[in-house]
């Protein structure tokens, strides 16, 4: 069976908007709703309904819209004769609630993605899992192999990857491509704006090249692990030195601190770039804080 298209309509913090299109015999593949959802039909049809209680079929008419709870899990495939296509908005403000679990058992069970399957019916959070560690260790097949598995298991999934990626870009990347959050924001973008195809499928692939042969550092992971720990702990708080006390807050403006002070403390300026032309600053310095040095240059 063909694959049904994916054309992403827009996003907003509360809600995502989908058109599928769905040729006669496509099908969505296997997918979870993590969301509340509202699907208005463009065409009349006959959809055919796959669920782990087995399949049933539903009639869609052109303009009468329906809604469901987030949970539900099927494949949606065309049982007409005929092209349709509907538009899903998910309510991104609705999502599935957590089921409740025994306090011993881990918090990765509280994750969606642990009950849910791709299209070839292996676990997404340990796909999930091939992916990023893939990436990490350089091993590039392997990685487009996750990718592909999730890109092709459905929307929410592909969504997944494009999260995942970019948590990669932070996290296992870091200074290793400085330039990776941006690139990986600019190649999301760029795949929004195609249909689900083997060309939006490039987009992914890309991605996915690229944080697997990019150079690798954690330290940012590191130090924020870091920071969270020590402030839990107590062992770290935020100290306010004297000279943090200038005319930006409302203790320094009552000391009546002004320019002269922030231009002596406040504006000092460490592990500057080499080479950089003073001439402007070092006239404010002289003119606020008393500064030597020799004029600018008119």
Same mark, same amino acid.
């Given at each position: %069976?063909?694959?049904?298209?994916?054309?992403?309509?827009?996003?907003?913090?509360?809600?995502? /908007? &989908?058109?599928?299109?769905?040729?006669?015999?496509?099908?969505?593949?296997?997918?979870?709703?993590?969301? @509340? $959802?509202?699907v208005v039909p463009l @065409?009349?049809?006959?959809?055919?309904?796959?669920? =782990?209680?087995?399949?049933? %079929?539903?009639?869609?008419?052109?303009g009468v819209a329906y809604a469901r709870k987030a949970g539900v899990e099927h494949n949606v495939t065309n049982a007409g004769e005929k092209y349709l296509a509907f538009v899903e908005v998910e309510l991104l403000e609705h999502p599935e609630p957590k089921r409740p679990r025994a306090a011993a058992k881990l918090e990765q069970f509280e994750d969606v993605w642990s009950r849910?399957? &791709?299209?070839n019916g292996r676990p997404v959070d340990e796909v999930r899992s091939v992916?990023? #560690?893939? /990436?990490?260790?350089?091993?590039?097949?392997? =990685?487009?192999?996750?990718?592909?598995e999730l890109y092709a298991s459905g929307p929410e999934t592909e969504e997944l990857l494009w999260r995942r990626l970019e948590i990669i870009a932070t996290e296992d990347v870091g200074f290793g491509l400085i330039e990776a959050p941006a690139l990986i924001e600019a190649l999301n973008a760029q795949r929004l704006r195609w249909p689900q195809n083997s060309e939006?499928? %490039?987009?992914?692939?890309?991605?996915?090249?690229?944080? &697997?042969?990019?150079? #690798?550092?954690?330290?940012?992971m590191e130090i924020a692990g870091w920071t969270e720990e020590v402030t839990a702990r107590g062992e770290r708080d935020v100290v306010v030195e004297d000279y943090h006390v200038d005319m930006h807050t409302a203790r320094g403006v009552a000391m009546g601190r002004g320019r002269e002070q922030w231009w002596a403390e406040g504006a000092v300026l460490l592990n500057q770039i080499e080479g950089l032309?003073?001439?402007?600053? @070092? $006239?404010?310095?002289?003119? $606020?804080?008393?500064?030597?040095?020799?004029?600018?240059?008119?």
């Open positions: %069976m063909s694959k049904a298209q994916a054309v992403s309509r827009g996003e907003t913090e509360t809600a995502r /908007i &989908t058109e599928w299109q769905f040729a006669p015999g496509a099908e969505t593949g296997h997918h979870r709703h993590a969301y @509340d $959802y509202i @065409d009349d049809g006959t959809l055919r309904l796959d669920t =782990a209680e087995g399949a049933s %079929m539903a009639e869609l008419k052109r849910t399957r &791709t299209i992916l990023q #560690k893939s /990436i990490r260790r350089g091993l590039l097949e392997e =990685a487009m192999l996750a990718a592909h939006r499928w %490039m987009f992914s692939a890309h991605a996915v090249r690229l944080l &697997t042969t990019a150079k #690798k550092d954690r330290t940012t032309d003073r001439r402007w600053g @070092d $006239y404010l310095r002289r003119l $606020y804080a008393g500064a030597t040095g020799p004029a600018p240059a008119k």
